[in-house]
């Protein structure tokens, strides 16, 4: 999600702040400056259950990866849980 060249890396609900009806992204900790279209990172970071394949698999990943998590978030505000459960992060 290309919001101010910002990769935030950490989308969940617990990050999603809601005042005055208005849906606010928050905790920028895990974030990072985009400093090129499609660069590349490497960082294991983020919760497990939101990030994407790529990161689980510690591949290479771009700005996409917000998309997912944000998928991910989507389709828990839809159905009231995520779409997979495990008991370890693999």
Do not use: A, C
Not at 16 to 24: E, G, L, P
Not at 29 to 34: A, D, E, P, V
Request: no cysteine; glycine share 6%.
């Amino acid at each position: 999600m290309l919001l101010n060249n910002v990769l935030h890396r950490d989308l969940k609900p617990e990050n999603i702040f809601i005042h005055n009806n208005i849906f606010k992204i928050g905790d920028f900790g895990l974030s990072t400056k985009i400093l090129f279209e499609n660069e590349q990172y490497t960082s294991l970071v983020g919760t497990p259950k939101y990030f994407s394949p790529q990161i689980h698999l510690s591949q290479k990943y771009t700005i996409k990866t917000d998309i997912w998590s944000l998928g991910i978030l989507y389709y828990e505000l839809l159905f009231g849980i995520l779409p997979w459960e495990g008991k370890t992060q693999q």
